[in-house]
């Protein structure tokens, strides 16, 4: 039985070289704390960090035996938005649903609802396989899954 290798630590994008290894992890699977990974030669390794972590790709998960695994963002369906992108993020945003902005597109995950609701209000939508980096939160790093304006402030 061979020793399974542990992460305990991520290293930033920019911050790291040399690496051994990559693991191509799709949105979900880049939101993690503890979790055994299959690298792309098959090496089997234990991320084991001491919080939950958000991974944009570019990082570097660091092994006990030194070796870097470079993390990349995988391909996964995505919804690809073109039309008034002022006018839609709003609409997008208004679902709180996680969107990677760009100059001349929007990408949603594919959901054929908001779909049918982009159509409605004269998008055009492209069902693609990318690799899907939405916006981080306003209020923190990371995912924010709402949001909180202190306890003074109510919603009408």
């Not at 542990?6 to 911050?15: H, I, K, Q, Y």
């Not at 939101?31 to 991974?55: C, H, I, Q």
């Not at 902005?101 to 693609?128: K, Q």
Request: proline letters at 5%; aromatic letters at 6%.
């Amino acid at each position: 039985m061979s020793l399974m290798h542990r992460a305990s630590r991520v290293l930033p994008a920019g911050g790291w070289s040399g690496a051994a290894d990559h693991i191509a992890l799709e949105y979900e699977g880049r939101f993690l704390r503890r979790k055994r990974l299959v690298a792309a030669s098959g090496a089997e390794f234990l991320v084991d960090l001491p919080e939950v972590t958000n991974l944009r790709g570019g990082e570097a998960f660091a092994l006990d035996d030194g070796r870097l695994i470079e993390v990349r963002c995988g391909l996964e369906p995505v919804l690809v938005v073109t039309g008034d992108l002022t006018r839609l993020a709003w609409h997008i945003g208004n679902r709180h649903t996680p969107c990677q902005i760009e100059p001349d597109r929007l990408l949603i995950r594919d959901d054929h609802v908001l779909e049918t609701m982009l159509r409605g209000l004269g998008a055009r939508v492209e069902r693609r396989m990318e690799p899907f980096r939405p916006e981080s939160g306003a209020y923190g790093t990371g995912r924010t899954m709402g949001h909180d304006h202190g306890p003074y402030h109510v919603h009408a």
